[in-house]
């Protein structure tokens, strides 16, 4: 039980193990204290450099410290750059790349590796806003990441700017507001919210904003003098006079009234009058009340028009028949001065640049002049009157009575004249150049059409015509006027020969017609299933044709010889007028689903502006046009057939992997050329042309999967199918289906196509080109797929799903296989497994295992209008076109997840996804790409088609030049921004 201790050793041991003892004591000692030194006291350092949590100021401080252990300084600096990383890649905005990035800096060659967290930090940002489909956002991120400008980085913000913001030149960024005005004359954007007017002014390419003012009305108090007359007898002489103290007396209206409430307005000789200077007015002023009687209360009525200045009444003398009738005052009457007050009631001029602003309490009207945020003057306009408009150049105010047409001078206030035009409940408006005034006065049989001028106050023109139009409209000065009614025929005629120019048959009912300045181009709104534009010159076919179900606008400029359309979900187009040739890009406007979206040129027609309210408004230069005389060469047949027109509208479509282009023209015929074909080669290539095709216009056009054989419909109702490479047609019957095409598809194998119009659905053997089924639905029906050979899926508006195949007698028929709670929009089967991608009407995608009979938990909300949808030959991968982008996702069993997005040119309407072949596959391997990397889209171009090659991987296509402070300084100017970054999701 004895205890080993030093004594102990000393008695016990043998003393040749003394030594040997305490040098391995001393040995240990030494060896222990460095191991402490280097490998234990370091070890709170490191845990603090691997800790997520800390201040990034301790773990600056850990580093330091650990760095100056000796051997240390390679871990300290590699977990500090993991530990920098880390907190990088959960930055959220600006700020916190910014403090992770300057720490950075403090590593060896700190300096490369913190511009490369910034630039992966905008990476992350420029993917999340494109998304979104954040435009802006991305680009500006994008840029931002050129603190490492790699060529991917610099390939993926030109895809961003594309090929409509280089025309951009000046943004301004959304404005809460209730309307936009814009002028057109003085380059101003008005926003206004109730009285509240913001203003911008575009100067040198830039917007310089204005102080921001209220729009107020004077409510307004007259100062009333009243003399009770007891006579029998009626006017024969009569003389006033007034004495009147006021600096500035054109701000006073004063009037006469007699007991029969007639009454003359008088208008001061003078500028300013002092106490005791009176103003006499004779029978040439107040000759209109000669013959009034005598009898009854007559009334004196001074109203103070403008503030500023104060005045009084000290006496007023009125003669009757030579007899006077005084009032004085020892101090005089104040006129009461005006109030001035915001109004509720304002009326804008279609030029941006007046106002009228109506006060609630008063007969009083004051016109603004928004282009000096300046009052210009206050009319006593009764309330009960309504604003028509501006005549030119603002000189006079026309307003509607219940029966009458008052002209009132803005110089003077004044009421000039009134047109002897009874109204009697006709529809009156203004023209556009404002001197005329254009009444209908609706009837049966017939409706008369007047044509007033506000100069002479006579009517220079009238026609009559059967019916009432359902829709009217005018050129700039009301000689030309196009009616429609519901026999889908447009008719324009001229008022003053009353002759009918021509008769515009549309292919559907016009829901809104507008005519150019010159009446010679009419544009046709068809709800929102397209527009057309037509020439009198040239009525058999539309110049301009464009379909898709979109809320279209469009909006010629002051000339007439261009037009801007479009729809706020698609962005809009130039064309000209002439011929409907496509000028430039379609252009990005930016306005979300606004319904309001203000189109406008400017005088000059170099610039267009699209602008929403709470949207952004944004000024683009125009493309120029070319020279009519030297059109933009457009592929066509010896002898004048045209294969493509300049406006872009034809039917046309891609095979798969882009070999070849079909191409359906306005008079029926259907063209298969190579897709690489020049428009010189397809001009001369006459034996790739196919001449065989229908008694009209094609609609739609379709490849099979295997590019061998292509279908067409058009607005015969016929469907034709036919062999690419000998043109040969394959058998068809004469069968018609009425109703526009939605979709066109054949099975995987081709041995059917079937034709989806709404209501009816479709089916045809190749074959023998008999209808195996034609079916009337029932319903309306938006998309439809091949999920088999012979099993063929159909998405209903009720969200229901439907499946028609062969039942055992070898009939078709049709079954619900899925109900849904939202209409479905579009529908796309995997060709491999029982999956179905479905997207709602709120776009959302969905998919659906058909083997289990439910929607997979993980869903998908793409942020715009899908138009097209396409699953990757691996079925791993669906594609999603929205306006302007695609969405890639994968599809796994929990459903669908977010993968990538590119941004992409505006495509043809109709324009399918088509999946390119492998870029680097083998000789003889036609395989198209299986994960859907390379993409093709056909869209528009000033002369013909384009085939654009598109990439995920970011390999291909053109590298944004400059450095980044000189881009970032460009672009935030014109699109008026800075990146907003958003926490990650």
Known sequence: DAVFTARWANSNLPFHWRGPLGAVLLVAVLLAVPFWYTQLLPQPYVRVLVSPGIEIQSVDAAWRSLRSFPGHANTADRLYQNQLANRADLASDRVAIGTIADFATRLPEGTAFSEELRAEFWDRQARNAARGERRDEALLAALESLVVATPARRRFAATLLGDDYPHLIASLPAQVAERLLFSPRDMLISAISGA??????????????????????????????????NSNASVTRIGLKVNVQHARLADLRLKLIAPSGRSVDLEFPIERSSANNEITFGMAELGE???????????????????????????????????GLVESFDQGLEIPAPVERESNNIWFSTDGRHAIARA????????????????????????????LGLTADARYLVTLAQDDVHLWRTVNGRREATLPARIGGADVELTR?????????RGEPETSFELWSLESRR??????????????????????????????????????????????????????????????TVAVLHGEQGLSMWRTDRPNEPVLQERGNERWQLKFSPSGNLLAAGSAARGYRVYRSADGALLGPVLDAAVGQADDVLLAFNLDEEILVTAAANAPARFWGRPP???????????????????????????????????????????????????????????????ELNYIGHQ?????????????????????????????????????????????PRQMEFSPDAKYVALLTGQRLVLIEIASGTAVANMDLGELHSSMTFLTNDQLLVGTERGVLRQLSRNRVGSWGLQDIYSGNRPIRLIAAARHNPNVVIVDAENRAQLLRLNHGQIAPLELQLPATVYAMKVTPADTRVLFRTPGWIHRTGISTSGMVWVDTLKVPNALARSQIVIDRLRQAAAGDERLDPQGNHLLLLTPTESFVEVDELSFAADKGPLLFGTRDELLDEWQRRIGSSPAIPSPQ
């Open 625 to 687: 046009a070319p020279q009519l005389a030297a059109p933009p060469m457009t592929p066509s047949l010896p002898g004048g057939h045209r294969v493509w027109r300049s406006t872009g509208d034809s039917a046309v479509a891609l095979s798969p992997g882009g070999d070849s282009l079909a191409i359906g023209d306005a008079d029926g015929h259907v063209h298969i050329i190579s897709a690489s074909a020049s428009a010189e080669e397809i001009a001369g290539a006459r034996d």
């Open 696 to 740: 009209g216009p094609i609609l739609d056009l379709a490849f099979s999967a295997d590019g061998e054989l292509v279908a067409s419909a058009g607005v015969d109702g016929t469907l034709r199918v036919w062999d690419v490479a000998s043109g040969l047609p394959r058998p068809h019957s004469p069968f018609v289906v009425s109703g526009q």
């Open 459 to 520: 009517m220079v023109a009238s026609l009559r015509v059967g019916g009432s139009p359902a829709l009217i409209a005018l050129d700039v000065s009301g000689r030309h006027v196009a009616v429609a009614d519901y026999d889908r025929a447009i008719r324009i005629w001229d008022m003053q020969t009353k002759l009918q120019l021509v008769q515009l048959d549309q292919h559907s009912q016009p829901s809104a017609i507008h005519l150019a300045a010159d009446g010679q």
């Open 196 to 229: 509240r007017v913001s203003q911008w002014a575009l100067q040198n390419l830039e917007l310089i904003p204005r102080d921001s003012w209220v729009i107020s009305a004077l409510e307004i108090t007259p100062l009333v003098r009243r003399i009770a007359v």
């Open 433 to 441: 150049d404002g001197e005329h005034l254009f009444i209908v006065r």
């Open 289 to 323: 009340l000669r013959g009034e009687a005598l009898a009854g209360t007559w009334s004196i009525s001074l109203r103070d028009e403008a503030t500023g200045v104060s005045g009084e009444l000290l006496s007023w003398d009125l003669n009757l028949n030579s007899q």
């Open 360 to 387: 609630q309490q008063s007969d009083s009207a004051r016109m603004w002049n928004l282009v000096s945020a300046r009052p210009a003057r206050t009319l006593a306009i009764p309330a009960a009157e309504d604003v």
